[in-house]
C-alpha cells in the first residue's frame, strides 16, 4: 500500500509522458506527485484538472531557473512562474520549484543580490497566492550557484523562497540535522531517495539507487526531518543509470513499495 504522504517524482519516468505517469500513479493509488513543466506545458490547466480528478494533488511543479547572466531572460522566467503558481493555486496550494541558476563569475554574495533582485516579483506574485515558490541546492554546478543547506538557508531568509531538502544533495553535510532544524521555517518539500558512494564496479558516486539498497542512513534522515515539524510529503525521486536499466514501471512500483516502508517505520 502507498504511504499516504509519499510523492512521486515525473523525473523518476522521465523520458514517459503525463498520460503514462498518471496511469501509473492512478494505479499505485498515489495522493501526491511531483510534475515536471516539460509534461504539462502544452496544456497546463486541462492536465492539471486530470490530476485533481484522480484524486492527486500536486506536491510540487518543477521547472528551470533563471539565467543570472541574461538580465534580457528574466521576464520570460517569470512569466512562465506564474503560470505554474497559478496552475498550483487552482490545485488548492502546494509548492512550485525551480534551481536558482549557475553562477555568474561574481563573488558569491553579489550572484545572490542578482538572484534576489531576479527572484523577487515571483516571490510576491506566489505569497500574494498563496503559494510557497521555492527553490533547489543542488550539487550540480551547471544549475545552482547554491550548493549546500547551509547557503540555501541564507538565501531563504534573503529572498523569501521556500527550500528544496534532496537527501541525495545534502546527506554528507556537516551537522545536518542541526542544519536541518534551522532550516524548519523555509523547508517547502523534502525529496528522498538513497545513493552509493562509489567505486570500482559500482555506480559513480552518488549514483542514485532504491530506498534501503545505497549507502545512506534514510531511516536517520527521515527522523532528522521529522524532527523539525514537517508535516509535507515526501517526493520520491529514483533515478539514474540504474533505473533506467530496470525500466521506469517496475522500478517506481519496487520504490513505492520500499519507500513506504521506510516512511511507515520511521513513524511518519
Same mark, same amino acid.
Given at each position: 500500500?502507498?504511504?499516504?504522504? &509519499?510523492?512521486?517524482?515525473?523525473?523518476?519516468? =522521465?523520458?514517459?509522458? =503525463?498520460?503514462?505517469?498518471?496511469?501509473?500513479?492512478?494505479?499505485?493509488?498515489?495522493?501526491?506527485?511531483?510534475?515536471?513543466?516539460?509534461?504539462i506545458a502544452d496544456d497546463i490547466p486541462g492536465k492539471m484538472q486530470r490530476l485533481l480528478d484522480a484524486g492527486i494533488r500536486p506536491s510540487?511543479?518543477?521547472? /528551470?531557473? =533563471?539565467?543570472?547572466?541574461?538580465?534580457?531572460?528574466?521576464? +520570460?522566467?517569470?512569466?512562465?512562474?506564474?503560470?505554474?503558481?497559478?496552475?498550483?493555486?487552482?490545485?488548492?496550494?502546494?509548492?512550485?520549484?525551480?534551481? #536558482?541558476?549557475?553562477?555568474? /563569475?561574481?563573488?558569491?554574495?553579489?550572484?545572490?543580490?542578482?538572484?534576489?533582485?531576479?527572484?523577487?516579483?515571483?516571490? *510576491?506574485y506566489a505569497r500574494d497566492h498563496d503559494v510557497r515558490l521555492a527553490f533547489e541546492p543542488s550539487l550540480r554546478t551547471d544549475v545552482s =550557484?547554491?550548493?549546500?543547506?547551509?547557503?540555501?538557508?541564507?538565501?531563504?531568509?534573503?529572498?523569501? &523562497?521556500?527550500?528544496?531538502?534532496?537527501?541525495?544533495?545534502?546527506?554528507?553535510?556537516?551537522?545536518?540535522?542541526?542544519?536541518? +532544524?534551522?532550516? *524548519?521555517?523555509?523547508?517547502?518539500?523534502?525529496?528522498?531517495?538513497? @545513493?552509493?558512494? %562509489?567505486?570500482? /564496479?559500482? #555506480? #559513480? #558516486?552518488?549514483?542514485?539507487?532504491?530506498?534501503?539498497? /545505497?549507502?545512506?542512513?534514510?531511516?536517520?534522515?527521515?527522523?532528522?526531518?521529522?524532527?523539525?515539524?514537517?508535516?509535507?510529503?515526501?517526493?520520491?525521486? @529514483?533515478?539514474?543509470? @540504474?533505473?533506467?536499466?530496470? %525500466?521506469?514501471?517496475?522500478?517506481?512500483?519496487? %520504490?513505492?513499495?520500499l519507500a513506504s516502508a521506510f516512511l511507515t517505520e520511521a513513524g511518519v
Amino acid at each position: 500500500m502507498t504511504h499516504p504522504r &509519499l510523492s512521486i517524482d515525473a523525473l523518476s519516468s =522521465f523520458n514517459w509522458s =503525463f498520460d503514462q505517469d498518471l496511469a501509473l500513479w492512478r494505479e499505485l493509488d498515489v495522493r501526491y506527485a511531483g510534475l515536471l513543466i516539460s509534461k504539462i506545458a502544452d496544456d497546463i490547466p486541462g492536465k492539471m484538472q486530470r490530476l485533481l480528478d484522480a484524486g492527486i494533488r500536486p506536491s510540487t511543479i518543477v521547472t /528551470g531557473g =533563471f539565467d543570472l547572466a541574461d538580465r534580457g531572460s528574466w521576464e +520570460q522566467t517569470r512569466v512562465l512562474l506564474k503560470a505554474i503558481i497559478d496552475a498550483v493555486e487552482t490545485a488548492g496550494g502546494g509548492t512550485a520549484y525551480m534551481t #536558482p541558476g549557475r553562477t555568474t /563569475g561574481a563573488p558569491w554574495s553579489e550572484v545572490l543580490d542578482t538572484f534576489a533582485e531576479a527572484v523577487a516579483p515571483s516571490v *510576491a506574485y506566489a505569497r500574494d497566492h498563496d503559494v510557497r515558490l521555492a527553490f533547489e541546492p543542488s550539487l550540480r554546478t551547471d544549475v545552482s =550557484f547554491v550548493n549546500t543547506l547551509r547557503d540555501a538557508v541564507d538565501v531563504c531568509e534573503r529572498t523569501g &523562497l521556500g527550500l528544496i531538502v534532496d537527501f541525495g544533495n545534502c546527506w554528507m553535510e556537516r551537522d545536518l540535522a542541526e542544519v536541518l +532544524q534551522r532550516a *524548519a521555517p523555509h523547508i517547502a518539500l523534502v525529496q528522498i531517495c538513497d @545513493v552509493v558512494i %562509489g567505486g570500482n /564496479g559500482r #555506480p #559513480p #558516486p552518488g549514483g542514485r539507487v532504491h530506498i534501503g539498497e /545505497g549507502e545512506l542512513p534514510v531511516q536517520r534522515l527521515i527522523q532528522d526531518v521529522i524532527a523539525t515539524g514537517y508535516k509535507g510529503p515526501f517526493d520520491l525521486e @529514483v533515478l539514474g543509470p @540504474v533505473i533506467e536499466a530496470e %525500466g521506469y514501471d517496475s522500478a517506481i512500483r519496487r %520504490g513505492v513499495k520500499l519507500a513506504s516502508a521506510f516512511l511507515t517505520e520511521a513513524g511518519v
